[in-house]
């Protein structure tokens, strides 16, 4: 562990902020998170570079067009930034009636299903509203006795959440081998099984199983390249319910348009605080 650039801006608004996470998320920089500070209602971005870091300059030049107020930009000696972080979490209802266990040594009884989410370098901590989305849509679907496929399954948090309802059989897929790793650690840890693999989307799965529900929180970019490959059609089952999140609203019409080309059908849309996530059904 060396030293560290940290650098903590003041968090304007919700809309710039999910703006703020759609950015960073295009050029696939992860090591930063957003703190709440309820009291003063305010939330930080805190972003952290290891020195010579090849983001540093790409991520500071995206966020200058936000004008933020910059709160600290320090070099931290020693510090591990993923354990401050870790420090700071709590058991929090991710949403109604399932709540998020964040510890790996404790065990935590609540009303409803806990998932056991252990903070890591993969995202998915239930904290974003793009997973929150995300969920409850899955769980307005119901993935009782149902075949899952998660893309993008970052900390495998949606895929154990499907497993946790009752799918017969949740398969996650992920490019980043990180979040991989982290996913097998969240299945073993929640004590469920699901068949965790790392592929650039759909490339390196096989068309054996054929799925009834495809959840994917990606962003609208990658979502439309997901739609656009032939082996997403293959692998749905007809009638399938396909959940896309992690859509920043100013992309939804291109996404919506994409869809229905491929003979998508627009089931339901949520909204919040300038995220949104569709829910399809492939009518064919
Ligand atoms: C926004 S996170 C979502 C994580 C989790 N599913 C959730 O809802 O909280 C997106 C995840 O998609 C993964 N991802 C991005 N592009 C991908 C691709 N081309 N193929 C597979 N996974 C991808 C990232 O590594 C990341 O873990």
Redesign the pocket.
């Known amino acids: 562990m060396g030293k560290y650039r940290e650098v903590i801006y003041k968090l304007k608004d919700k809309e710039a902020e999910s703006l703020i996470i759609e950015d960073l998320?295009m050029i696939?920089f992860?090591k930063f998170f957003i703190e709440e500070d309820a009291e003063r209602s305010i939330n930080l971005l805190k972003l952290y570079f290891n020195l010579k870091d090849e983001y540093e300059k790409e991520v500071l030049s995206r966020l200058a067009k936000y004008n933020l107020e910059l709160v600290a930009d320090q070099i931290l000696e020693e510090k591990n930034w993923l354990d401050e972080w870790i420090k700071s979490v709590k058991v929090f209802e991710f949403i109604d009636g399932v709540w998020i266990n964040p510890y790996l040594d404790k065990k935590v009884e609540k009303p409803g299903l806990v998932l056991n989410i252990v903070p890591g370098s993969?995202?998915?901590?239930?904290t974003?509203t793009?997973?929150k989305l995300?969920?409850k849509l899955l769980s307005e679907i119901g993935c009782e006795g149902k075949y899952v496929l998660?893309?993008?399954?970052?900390?495998?948090?949606?895929?154990v959440y499907a497993k946790k309802m009752g799918a017969r059989y949740v398969k996650?897929?992920?490019?980043?081998i990180?979040?991989v790793e982290k996913a097998q650690e969240a299945a073993k840890l929640n004590k469920v099984d699901i068949d965790i693999q790392?592929?650039?989307?759909?490339?390196d799965i096989n068309t054996d199983i054929k799925y009834d529900i495809l959840?994917?929180?990606?962003?609208a970019e990658?979502l439309i390249?997901?739609i656009e490959d032939p082996k997403f059609h293959i692998i749905l089952n007809n009638k399938a319910n396909i959940v896309f999140?992690?859509i920043i609203k100013e992309k939804e019409d291109i996404m919506l348009t994409e869809a229905k080309k491929y003979g998508l059908e627009l089931k339901k849309r949520m909204e919040d605080v300038g995220w949104v996530a569709l829910w399809f059904q492939k009518v064919i």
């Open positions: 998320n696939d992860s993969a995202f998915g901590t239930g974003h793009t997973t995300a969920a998660d893309v993008g399954t970052g900390s495998g948090i949606l895929a996650a897929v992920d490019n980043d990180f979040a790392k592929s650039d989307l759909l490339k959840v994917s929180n990606i962003i990658v390249e997901l999140s992690g």
